[in-house]
């Protein structure tokens, strides 16, 4: 594990005398929402940090804006962080399971003074707080009693007031050098039901003032959040010193941006509900539910976030370091099958008519314990149309007229004639085999340059391939030019469909499998699939560009 500059703090912390067992994070997913892979190394990060020092992460939900949230949202967060691997031991963690001492605290801010209903629109709450530049200027119910204020807010509570018309204020400082320090709105009116707490609060805390006392609530010793709360930590320590509590201390890192992906949720909502993608696990996104059905697996993803790593500086991830995590991770773990995606059939004229020869093949030909499969052979087969040419190019190699290449672990074949349709497109392939060449190898010492992979055309099964292309055509769809938006950044070609033609084999690989297919991919078996008709998703391809930059090869740590 790299030692990021978290880390680093931590150490230095215990060096000085923190019990390292005392460490607890938190991540606090606000229930609105699918998680996605930046959510995941927040994930990876403080349930990263519990585990490598014996601490503790809760998983809490800050669930305080009722009309966004749902049980749906939670629920899909649960399965979402269980299935990246990690745990939060017995109980779940609600921010509206603190409503009542959230009221008790706002309470007392206001008998101390430290608090005073403003009964001001939101826009001129908003125009008096000034700028950068310009200091804000004081409510004019600033200096209301404590004793009316609290009457006010008591009545807020009891429902007595319409959405709007009240809001509760931190009494601190409107000329504060930091904007957010400028009476910042604690508490608002809102008439919602809660998927919790239902119909029984009409008043919400805001974020500033719910999260920072959740976290002492929990003895949270290590508040990690995104870079854009950094100005919020001053309020974040002003709340809790006032209010006497424990002493959580927040800790900001960059988020992730990954280049040609949107991770932003109110982005991701509007693919969704407007249909410009299948669903939240559509596998174009970068939601974790999506991520996961195309096929990435828990450890590829895991092993991202160690690489990314943590740091202050903002940066834009280069989708090619995902894609080289679950290529690395595949390369390990998948069996090794054959199918053929542009199939062009191919008869061999001496192989007898109606005979079926059963190949054992290793499932991974470095690594012959992982077993094998039988692969049949027959007159009629399918090769990729690529892997020929009526009039190859010099750099090409496999099969042309004339020319012989190797079936890869069958027989050389050689092309002896073309068959074409109407059209006057070849339809066909008109071989011989060498029945001396057995298994690919050479009879003679004759070499061949080209090997193809190939399906027995009665044998194979029809598949249906979906073939993921990136969602987003510009690295940075959020920064379009003047009149576009994130929108017109659409690839209208990241998804083709087509009909591709597998070895008999894969009948044995259900939903959730993982398969490489030769020269073509990684592939997962989708849960579209039938028994009569699999689908797969490709992965990723097998090329890869991002090794040839990095050079380190992954761990892939169990956890
Ligand atoms: P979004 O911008 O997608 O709406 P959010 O920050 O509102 O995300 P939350 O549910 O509040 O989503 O996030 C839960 C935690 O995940 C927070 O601690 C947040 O900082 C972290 N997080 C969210 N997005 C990223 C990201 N891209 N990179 C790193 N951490 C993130
Ligand atoms: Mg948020």
Sequence with gaps: MSNDFIRSKIDQQIREGLDQRTIQTRFPPEPNGYLHIGHAKAICLNFGIAREYGGRCNLRFDDTNPEKESSEYVDAIMEDVRWLGFEWG?????????????YECAQKLILAGKAYVDSQSQEIIREQRGTLTRPGQNSPYRDRSPEENLDIFRRMRAGGFPDGLHVLRAK?????PNVVMRDPVLY????????????????????????????????VTHSLCSLEFENNRELYDWLLTTLGLFPSKQTEFARLNLKGAVLSKRRLIHLVREKHVSGWDDPRLPTLRGLRRRGYTPESIREFCARIGVARADSQVDYGLLEFCIREHLNRVAPRLMAVLNPLKITLTNYPRDQVEWFDLPLDPEDPSKGSRQVPFTRELFIEREDFMETPSPKFFRLAPGREARLRYAYYITCRELLRDEQGEIRELVCEYDPASRGGNSPDGRKVKGTLHWVSAPKAIRAEARLYDRLFTRDDPEDMPEGKTFLDALNPDSLRVIEALAEPALAGYGSDSRV????????????????????????????????????????????
Aim: glycine residues 4%.
């Design 172 to 176: 601190i400082d409107m000329a504060s």
């Design 516 to 559: 490489q297919f030769e020269r073509l991919g990684y592939f997962r078996v989708d849960q579209d699939s039938r028994p009569d008709r699999p689908v797969f998703n490709r992965i990723v391809g097998l090329r890869d560009t991002w090794a040839k930059i990095s050079g380190k090869k992954p761990e892939f740590e169990k956890i």
């Design 188 to 219: 608002r009116i809102r008439k919602a039901p809660h998927h919790r707490s239902g119909e029984s609060w009409p008043i919400y805390p805001m974020y500033d003032f719910s999260h920072c006392i959740s976290d002492s609530l929990e003895k």
């Design 90 to 102: 017995e109980k779940i963690f609600y921010t509206s399971d603190y409503f009542d001492f959230l």
